[in-house]
């Protein structure tokens, strides 16, 4: 994992990229469940709430530190992300 962290000379792009597959393997290797539904989440529950939640996570003071300020519907689309379940378009 650390060979693909040394990444001098790649493109930004590469270099996230391969951090991303670092961090997935370390997931797997750790034996971490990849979504909410992997942890036990129920999705009809968590449907209810992701509009709440999305609010409450662009309302939280740490938000603003971001680097660029996320809309309502960007922190939902990724809590819709990591559900991993179908998610009706009414749901979206």
Known sequence: AI???LTSGLPAAEKAER??????ALRARLGLPAT???AGVD???FLAKV???SEQAF???CTGCNPRYPLVV???AMYLA???AEVPAEKR
């Open 51 to 53: 509009d709440d939640l």
């Open 3 to 5: 060979l693909l962290l």
């Open 59 to 61: 309302d939280d003071q």
């Open 82 to 84: 990591v559900l991993g």
């Open 36 to 38: 909410l539904r992997e």
């Open 19 to 24: 951090l991303a597959q670092a961090v997935e």
């Open 74 to 76: 960007e922190l939902k």
């Open 43 to 45: 999705p009809a529950v």
